[in-house]
């Protein structure tokens, strides 16, 4: 069964600084990835998705994120982060033949002035 | 409409009443998902609509689950004889087809009493 691990529940950054963001996924094969951002009282908005192809993904709001098969992961960054990234980010991943999407817990980003 | 639309945005009841929550997709999606959203669970899967195909039921917790989709398009999640357990914000999501972007309406809060 396919799973995901967002190891971070929590994490504050200064705004203007860089962010990461961790994700590792348990998958027997190259699975489907998926970065969702939820704000308070939102529904979920796709950042950015790694079908095949460039591991480097770019998405909305300046994210971008790496897929790497070695170390099962999908990391997503940010070079300078903007107060309105305040937000509830989830990781979520699709295996082949099996629609639906599996989440992680999500990492809660606080931004500072 | 432009989006995934979800009715009502809340919804408070009794214990061991019934409730429905609507989902209207994206016009054209023919793919369907129901998701719930709660503090203990985080965000877990709850059934699957592709075109005229069976549903894919393997997420709904109990009995008391029950989903159909009319036409193709518009969906309703029955919960029957709610518990507090049940409080939770329960997503949909469209999309094209098999392995397509899904898209997520803004949920509906469900608060049981």
């Known amino acids: 069964a396919q799973s995901v691990t967002q190891p971070d529940i929590h994490i504050t950054v200064s705004e203007g600084a860089s962010l990461e963001l961790r994700c590792n996924y348990s998958?027997?094969?190259?699975?489907?990835l998926f970065w969702y951002v939820q704000s308070p009282g939102q529904g979920l908005q796709l950042l950015l998705k790694y079908f095949s192809g460039d591991t480097l993904v770019q998405g909305i709001k300046g994210f971008e994120a790496e897929f790497k098969r070695s170390q099962s992961s999908f990391n997503l960054r940010k070079p300078s982060v903007h107060w309105s990234d305040a937000a509830e980010y989830f990781c979520?991943?699709?295996?082949?033949?099996?629609?639906?999407?599996?989440f992680g817990t999500g990492t809660r980003l606080t931004i500072i002035p | 409409g432009a989006g995934v639309s979800q009715s009502p945005s809340n919804k408070v009841t009794e214990k061991g009443k019934d409730v429905e929550l609507r989902c209207d997709p994206i016009?054209?999606?023919?793919?369907l998902y129901w998701y719930r959203q709660s503090l203990g669970q985080g965000l877990e899967f709850l059934i699957y609509f592709q075109g005229n195909s069976a549903p894919d039921k393997s997420g709904l917790p109990s009995d008391r689950f029950s989903a159909e989709r009319t036409g193709g398009s518009v969906s309703t999640l029955t919960i029957q004889r709610t518990q507090q357990e049940d409080s939770a914000v329960y997503l949909c999501?469209?999309?094209?087809?098999?392995?397509?972007?899904?898209?997520f309406g803004p949920g509906t809060r469900l608060l049981v009493l």
């Open positions: 016009s054209g999606h023919t793919a």
């Open positions: 979520a991943v699709e295996g082949f033949g099996n629609e639906k999407l599996t």
């Open positions: 998958y027997g094969a190259t699975p489907y």
């Open positions: 999501a469209s999309s094209a087809g098999i392995r397509e972007t899904q898209y």
